[in-house]
C-alpha cells in the first residue's frame, strides 16, 4: 500500500501514470490474494449455517469498523506526517480489523479418542503436495481466476477514474 503514495517524479508524468497503473493493479491483486481464500475458508471455521452466520457478521462487522476508522483518520494522518505515514497507518488498520476476526471463530472441541470411539484418520500434505492438488482443483480455479480478474479490473478502473486529478498539473 505504501507504494502508491511514492510516485517515481516529483511532477505529472507518464510514468507516473503507468507506475501508479501498476501498483493498483498489484496492490488489489493482493488484496484479492488474501480476500478470496479468506472468504472461501468461511466453510472450514464454521460447520453450521449459524457459526457461518456469526462469523459472516462479525467478519463485516469489523470491515465496516476499519473503512469508517480509516475514513476517520485519513485526513489526520495526511496533514500531520504525509501520504507514506497515512500508508502505512492505513494498512496496520486493515491488518488489525480482519485479524479481529480470529477472536470470534467457534471452539472446536475435539473428540475424545477412545477404544469404542471411530477415527477418521487425514492424511497429511506437504506444502507442495497440497498446493499442487490445489491446482488441479478446476473448480477452484475458475472461481479463484474470474474473482480474482473481476476484482482487478473494476477495483483498478474505480481507483484510476477517482483519481485521475493526480496526473493533471
Do not use: H
Request: proline share 4%; hydrophobic share 50%.
Amino acid at each position: 500500500m505504501l507504494l502508491l503514495w511514492t510516485p517515481l517524479t516529483a511532477y505529472p508524468s507518464l510514468l507516473n501514470a503507468l507506475y501508479f497503473l501498476t501498483m493498483t493493479i498489484v496492490f488489489y491483486t493482493g488484496v484479492s490474494l488474501v480476500g478470496v481464500p479468506y472468504d472461501g475458508s468461511l466453510p472450514e471455521m464454521a460447520a453450521t449455517a449459524a457459526e457461518r452466520v456469526r462469523l459472516s457478521m462479525w467478519k463485516n462487522i469489523f470491515g465496516i469498523v476499519g473503512v469508517l476508522g480509516g475514513a476517520v483518520i485519513t485526513s489526520i494522518v495526511y496533514n500531520q506526517w504525509g501520504a507514506i505515514s497515512m500508508g502505512g497507518v492505513l494498512g496496520t488498520l486493515g491488518v488489525v480489523t480482519v485479524g479481529l476476526t480470529l477472536l470470534v471463530l467457534p471452539k472446536r472441541i475435539r473428540p475424545a479418542v477412545g477404544s469404542s470411539a471411530k477415527v477418521e484418520v487425514i492424511a497429511s500434505m506437504s506444502f507442495w503436495q497440497s498446493l499442487r492438488a490445489t491446482l488441479r482443483n478446476r473448480k477452484f480455479l475458475i472461481l479463484c481466476s474470474s474473482t480474482i480478474r473481476y476484482c482487478q479490473l473494476n477495483r483498478s478502473k474505480a481507483c484510476l477514474l477517482k483519481n485521475c486529478l493526480i496526473f493533471k498539473g
